[in-house]
């Protein structure tokens, strides 16, 4: 292992080997018997107890810097910095006794913005993750490579909720004096990447005017870039995988000035389910290199069964963005002329496809509305609202509001189009309808790319103020006002009214930091 490095790289005594090849580092796995090749090679792990992210355990050290500028609450959870300081210092006693990985990376695609890291970590496969989803810097960057940030993740280490101030054993802390992150407690990888999309969720907006956003972004044929938001299960990853269309990256991108940049140097999928028929690139990116987490395989086999959820659900897979063949590098496209907020609407209420002005795209931006459908989760018997600001409210540092005004600011002035697709159901509610077809969802989009949905006529349905196309290509004319396609109209409109109801209840919230325009595009409800 020619990559071992001396002591005094970073503050503890322990073993450290630096910037390992991914072979090395499957090696290193296998060795240490923390995971399993499949039949095509590829390295399968178990994250341990955690399969997921745990918001609860998620703290922001509130200092000087933080503490007029973080929207503390149940998503942004205040940390003292003496209590970090004590973590710190006893999570370098623990790591000074056991070996460490060290992987120097960059973040964002952009040169203007580039963030360098250092991730540190306790396993092997830990950073053969931080490998595959940030930027990799070439053998002459690695000579004169200086971190600005650094992630510490020592799974192994668990905390004393009633000494070190976390709510248990697990935990993750941003501290953005120190330009450092603290994981313990906790094997989930997705902790590394959300961790570090969260400090530029509060960076960027703040001091470069850039808008951060959860989202997935590509570009066609004319250089026309498109970016796709939406929370789990609205179709982001599907939609934006397009064989006509070139991939910018499918998670988490910033916003600048004239151009769209992907914040990752690789992608971070789930796999329950998975088959080359739904997702082809994804399954052939799953290849030497790529990382499977929490799978199960086919009996007798080392062959993955990707419909075995018997560990998890959250099933996934991370690997270097190049093992998609159709990606665009660097990944950096130009302004976006379409923008997509996918909402799976379990009730039946919103068209699968409308316009919305600027007022109403800094509206849906910040109420970033999906729905659950029963069954899905222990307790849901009927469909569930879900209310994600930014379509990524977890992630994000400031207020809602702060990243919905840079979005008008971007869209001022401008002929960029802001689409609200709807993904879910129509003709009813979730038992009562039926699921909007894929393929009449591709053909909208396909429109609304192609400028075909600029030219038809448009109407108006009551209550959301939504303007919807009367036609659209490849697409039942019936289908695109949702009110049509119930047997039952008072139904609907009562659906719609509650559905109503809770976006205004939602945005209650937000009332008294956001602007009256953006408050009088949501719904409203007349007697």
């Known amino acids: 292992m020619e990559s071992l490095k001396t002591k005094s790289e970073i503050n503890t005594t322990s073993q450290q080997f630096w910037n390992l090849t991914p072979h090395e580092l499957t090696e290193l796995t296998l060795r240490l018997q923390q995971g399993r090749l499949t039949h095509n090679g590829t390295l399968a792990i178990n994250t341990g107890k955690f399969t997921g992210r745990s918001p609860k355990d998620r703290f922001i050290v509130k200092d000087h810097l933080t503490q007029d500028n973080v929207w503390w609450g149940d998503i942004n959870i205040a940390f003292s910095p003496e209590a970090f300081e004590r973590l710190y210092q006893k999570m370098m006693h623990y790591a000074s006794n056991i070996p460490l990985y060290v992987r120097d990376a960059y973040a964002c695609a952009s040169l203007k913005y580039r963030m360098p890291l250092r991730v540190v970590t306790e396993y092997p496969w830990s950073n053969l993750f931080a490998y595959n989803i940030f930027l990799r810097p070439n053998e002459e960057e690695l000579k004169y490579f200086e971190a600005e940030w650094q992630v510490i993740c020592l799974p192994g280490f668990l905390a004393d909720p009633l000494l070190d101030e976390t709510r248990q054993a697990n935990f993750v802390v941003l501290n953005f004096s120190r330009k450092m992150v603290l994981i313990g407690g906790t094997g989930y990888t997705g902790e590394i990447k959300k961790s570090i999309f969260s400090a530029l969720n509060y960076l960027l907006p703040r001091e470069k005017n850039v808008l951060s956003m959860h989202c997935s972004a590509n570009i066609g044929q004319d250089g026309d870039t498109a970016i796709f938001f939406g929370l789990s299960g609205t179709g982001k990853t599907t939609l934006s995988s397009d ?218 349905i009551a209550m959301f103020d939504l303007a919807i196309p009367t036609v659209c290509e490849g697409v039942p004319t019936a289908l695109l006002n949702p009110r049509n396609t119930w047997k039952n109209k008072k139904l609907y409109d009562q659906t719609a009214r509650n559905l109503a109801e809770k976006f205004n209840k939602n945005f209650e919230k937000f009332e008294a930091q956001t602007p009256l325009n953006i408050l009088k595009a949501g719904p409203q409800i007349k007697l």
């Not at 000035?257 to 994804?282: M, R, V, W």
């Not at 899905?376 to 469909?383: D, K, L, N, R």
């Not at 869209?411 to 699921?435: F, H, K, P």
Request: with cysteine.
């Open 243 to 460: 064989p006509k269309r070139r991939l910018i990256g499918d998670d988490e991108h910033g916003w600048a000035h004239d151009e769209i940049f992907n914040f990752e140097g690789g992608c971070y999928a789930k796999t329950i389910d998975l088959s080359h028929e739904k997702e082809p690139q994804i399954f052939d990116a799953i290849k030497p290199g790529a990382l499977l987490e929490n799978i199960g395989f086919k009996k007798g086999s080392n062959e993955p069964d990707y419909y075995d959820s018997s560990i998890t659900e959250n099933t996934r897979v991370s690997y270097p963005i190049d093992h998609i063949g159709n990606i665009v590098v660097p990944s950096v496209g130009c302004t976006p002329k379409n923008i997509f907020f996918l909402t799976a609407d379990a009730f039946g209420v919103l068209p699968p496809i409308s316009r919305l002005n600027k007022d109403q795209a800094m509206y849906h931006f910040m109420s970033g509305y999906t729905a659950k459908v029963a069954g899905t989760e222990v307790g849901i018997s009927e469909p569930t609202t879900t209310f994600s600001a930014g379509f990524g409210a977890a992630f994000l540092p400031l207020h809602p509001a702060k990243y919905a005004e840079l979005l008008g600011e971007k869209l001022e002035g401008t002929d960029i189009r802001v689409w609200l697709i709807n993904t879910g159901w129509t003709g009813g509610s979730y038992g009562l309808g039926s699921r909007i077809k894929l393929s009449y969802t591709r053909a909208m989009i396909t429109a609304a790319l192609s400028g075909k949905l600029d030219s038809v006529p448009y109407e108006t």
